[in-house]
């Protein structure tokens, strides 16, 4: 997942990376939980996460991103793969915080 946190304006900062993290493994675990009608943990405590400071390296790890169902034999191309999303990438923002 790539992903561009939003402005926490009450605390006039970025969301942090926990908190993001966070928010997603929990809704995700009680869907998933619900579905599969039972209880109990879903995620690992610890997560692999990077945090992209240059432009050039986020087209590579998007590829890379897309390419993992392909290297798993999952389907032949990316866009076959049915749990695959790409929201439209937004615009820089160069507003300061707290303005």
């Not at 998933?32 to 400071?53: A, H, K, M, Y």
């Not at 432009?55 to 790890?61: G, I, M, N, P, T």
């Amino acid at each position: 997942m790539i992903f561009t946190p939003l402005i926490d304006v009450a605390k006039s900062e970025l969301f942090s990376l926990a908190r993001i993290t966070k928010a997603i493994k929990s809704s995700s675990a009680h869907l998933i939980n619900r579905r599969l009608g039972r209880p109990g943990r879903v995620w690992q405590t610890e997560s692999f996460d990077r945090v992209l400071r240059v432009s050039e390296k986020l087209d590579e790890k998007m590829a890379y991103i897309l390419d993992n169902p392909v290297r798993k034999g999952l389907v032949s191309s990316p866009e076959e793969y049915l749990w695959l999303w790409i929201a439209p990438r937004p615009e820089p923002s160069f507003a300061r915080l707290g303005r």
